[in-house]
């Protein structure tokens, strides 16, 4: 199984910047795309900012020339650097990785694919 460790949220002042991370574990045999979700209250989840396992990413208009995802295929982990941040960017983050994993079947090993979510890290930007 894949687990996804988020950590970095918090509060700050409009204007301020934030880093989070997220760091997948388990049984991973490859990662692809890595990704930040927000849910604002009363809202429904959406897309924040993708990353490929080439490299290219995607960003919400709203977001766009503030916000910075990047990943470590090293460390399985995506972090997304926040700056300029706004009051509507207040929500609870979620990071989100697909990938295949790998299990032994006997002396044999079968691989599937997963996709997993954080626990999610609350934002808050007030003054």
């Known amino acids: 199984q894949v687990q996804l460790v988020e950590s970095g949220g918090g509060l700050v002042q409009p204007g301020g910047s934030l880093r989070l991370s997220c760091a997948a574990s388990?049984?991973?045999?490859?990662?692809?795309?890595m990704g930040w979700y927000l849910q604002a209250p009363g809202k429904q989840r959406e897309l924040v900012a993708v990353?490929?396992?080439?490299?290219?990413?995607n960003y919400a208009d709203s977001v766009k020339g503030r916000f910075t995802i990047s990943r470590d295929n090293a460390k399985n982990t995506v972090y997304l650097q926040m700056s300029s941040l706004k009051p509507d960017d207040t929500a609870v983050y979620y990071c989100?990785?697909?990938?295949?994993?790998?299990?032994?079947?006997?002396?044999?090993?079968?691989?599937?694919?997963?996709?997993?979510w954080g626990q999610g890290t609350q934002v808050t930007v007030s003054s």
């Open positions: 989100k990785v697909d990938g295949m994993l790998y299990k032994r079947v006997g002396n044999d090993i079968a691989y599937a694919e997963f996709r997993s």
């Open positions: 388990g049984s991973i045999f490859s990662i692809d795309a």
């Open positions: 990353i490929t396992s080439g490299g290219s990413t």
